[in-house]
């Protein structure tokens, strides 16, 4: 289906109707196990960790959505981080954004430096800086970008360039901006990463994970581990990410309409200050954001000048709802340095530059005049 229009692919690929009863949304396939032709032979399945028709067509959908060559689907977007990196070695070399999802740095220095492989925290939107980096051992750059919750970008095409010279690969989290704005394989990344809990499902009500790779060998690596180390996604999580891929474009352009109001209103807001939002035009990545981007999405931070005007903000939101999270029809607002980053210490926070009053908002698709009043009102409160 390469050749159909984006909002095609998120209707039909992967999600042919069942041959046997016709149903046009693919069957959930509860079946932990399913019966064998043989003596080593199957139907095409055999276990559900090894793999599940409702998975299979899930992982087909998401890999054609992000023009990629396979997809493996994960309990969680942290999942599927800890599969990417289950193929390092002792002695490997990893160049990972500085402004990144504290759940990856937990992630990254508390298990997986502890195997061995020397985790270093680049600003991979100076170019220099990761060319600076790269070693003959480095084996991955993972970017995040736009970065949460500072909304930095990171030149994915020039970055795939830097690393592929040295021998590395490339892999991007893409949760923020999800495969309707960005697509980072045809930057020439090599891999890219999903939390599959936000803007793919959509509605909040189910935790998953991707990782979508570029070719043959990544489906034989992130098969295996898939097999060897579990933590697949359930059928269940599978058939919800499926119902909500097929409204993807239309929640997204809603999401980003909304987006757009909403930062327009807070940039010209006197008691709000550094907003981090690459669709304004005074966002210093302005111009990369129009280049790399099929969009701008709806998510941006902002400066409170306390904890304690923070904490009268999220009290005084009505239609905003103070919950972590992302990517849902609803919007949410949250700060950051307790939730998102509460995992890291304080200092790491400062060299971040996460202070105690940045709060971060995922703009949903509510009527945008209803979401601009209730910021107005809450920022009245501090």
């Known amino acids: 289906m390469a050749d159909y229009r ?25 079946s932990s196990t399913f019966q064998l032709t043989g003596i080593g032979t199957d139907r095409g399945w055999d276990y559900s960790r090894a793999g599940n028709p409702t998975r299979d067509a899930l992982e087909s959908a998401l890999a054609a959505l992000e023009d990629g060559h396979c997809g493996h689907a994960f309990t969680t977007g942290m999942a599927a981080i800890s599969a990417l990196v289950a193929m390092l070695r002792a002695g490997d070399h990893v160049i990972c954004s500085r402004d990144v999802y504290a759940g990856t740095v937990r992630l990254f220095d508390r298990i997986v430096s502890g195997y061995g492989v020397e985790i270093e925290y680049v600003d991979t939107s100076d170019l220099k800086a990761v060319e600076a980096a790269m070693r003959p051992n480095t084996r991955l750059v993972h970017i995040e970008t736009p970065s949460n919750p500072l909304m930095v970008l990171t030149d994915i095409a020039a970055v795939s360039r830097i690393a592929h010279a040295g021998g590395a690969e490339v892999s991007v989290d893409n949760t923020f901006l999800s495969p309707a704005l960005q697509s980072p394989l ?33 489906k034989e690596r992130f098969l295996l581990v898939q097999k060897a180390a579990g933590g697949v996604m359930s059928p269940f999580e599978c058939f919800l990410v499926l119902r909500g891929i097929k409204t993807l474009p239309l929640r997204i352009r809603q999401h980003e309409e909304n987006g757009r109001a909403v930062a327009e209103f807070l940039s010209k807001h006197p008691k ?5 939002y690459p669709g304004l035009k005074t966002h210093p990545q302005y111009e990369l954001a129009v280049k790399q981007q099929k969009g701008f999405g709806s998510m941006m931070s902002f400066e409170l000048k306390s904890r304690e005007e923070a904490a009268r903000f999220l009290a005084a939101i009505k239609i905003f709802l103070n919950a972590e999270s992302l990517g849902g029809v609803e919007s949410l607002a949250s700060h950051s340095a307790t939730t998102t980053h509460g995992s890291v210490s304080e200092e790491t926070r400062r060299a971040m530059g996460i202070n105690e009053g940045r709060l971060r908002l995922s703009v949903g698709i509510e009527d ?7 910021l107005d009102q809450a920022l009245k409160a501090v």
Do not use: F
Request: hydrophobic share 35%.
């Open 368 to 374: 945008k005049e209803d979401l601009i009043a209730d």
């Open 6 to 30: 984006y909002d095609t692919l998120a209707v039909h690929a992967g999600q042919q109707p069942d041959p046997r009863t016709g149903a046009v949304n693919v069957p959930l396939y509860l």
């Open 186 to 218: 045809k930057l020439g990344a090599d891999i890219v990463m999903h939390s599959t809990t936000k803007y793919l499902n959509g509605h909040s009500d189910g935790l998953g994970g991707v990782l979508i790779g570029s070719t043959p060998e990544h």
């Open 272 to 276: 709000v200050s550094k907003l981090a």
